[in-house]
């Protein structure tokens, strides 16, 4: 007796469990999509749009790219070497068949016959020992794709003199691409006094006041 009470209860044990299979089955599935869709959800929350604002403004800074860059220092460390050097027709060279070089003070060379004398003059008035510096160029994009501005410093340092800056110049430079980047204009603008010219007036003042000691 007691056997088949054993074996009564064994099967319905079975059975019970047999039946609660499935549910339990279809509960994982549910739980699982839940999760997975929790997932989803999470990571889909996380990603940052495409066309995020702070991403466009980190894109680029500048709209002078670095080819374009290179090609216009390179014009400015010719504009240098060709004053200084004496090389007119080459510093002429530089310009745009009508381009314009001017100082605020008025003096104004235009077309390449008057620009290429402009660095004989220089060689001539510095003895061949001044340098021109061209530093901290800022370059501009114009209104047209053919054209840009570059404002630099330009300082002229007198070697005869202990390398001392014989003048400062602010650059204004507009550029025009015709086959490759040429000065339109330039316009120099001095700033503050002559450090050579300093040395020359207390030189004079030294020999002066010498003169009147011997007398």
Request: charged share 20%; net charge positive; with cysteine.
């Amino acid at each position: 007796m007691w056997i088949w009470q054993a074996m009564t209860c064994a099967l319905s044990t079975i059975r019970s469990k047999s039946a609660s299979a499935p549910r339990s089955a279809r509960s994982q599935s549910r739980y699982f999509r839940r999760t997975h869709s929790r997932v989803q959800g999470g990571e889909s929350r996380n990603k940052r749009p495409k066309n995020s604002k702070l991403e466009s403004a980190m894109v680029c800074i500048s709209t002078i790219d670095i080819q374009t860059r290179l090609d216009v220092q390179e014009l400015l460390s010719h504009f240098s070497h060709f004053l200084d050097h004496d090389r007119g027709a080459c510093w002429a060279d530089l310009f745009t068949t009508d381009g314009v070089f001017e100082c605020a003070d008025g003096n104004r060379l235009c077309g390449a016959a008057e620009l290429a004398t402009l660095p004989s003059m220089v060689n001539e008035r510095g003895h061949g020992a001044w340098r021109h510096l061209i530093t901290a160029p800022i370059i501009q994009r114009c209104n047209t794709r053919k054209e840009m501005s570059v404002h630099a410093y330009c300082q002229v340092l007198d070697m005869d003199e202990n390398s001392a800056v014989a003048a400062f110049y602010d650059l204004d430079l507009t550029l025009r691409h015709a086959a490759r980047w040429r000065i339109s204009h330039a316009l120099a603008r001095r700033v503050g006094v002559s450090v050579s010219a300093n040395i020359g007036a207390a030189a004079m003042a030294n020999t002066a006041s010498a003169q009147r000691s011997l007398q």
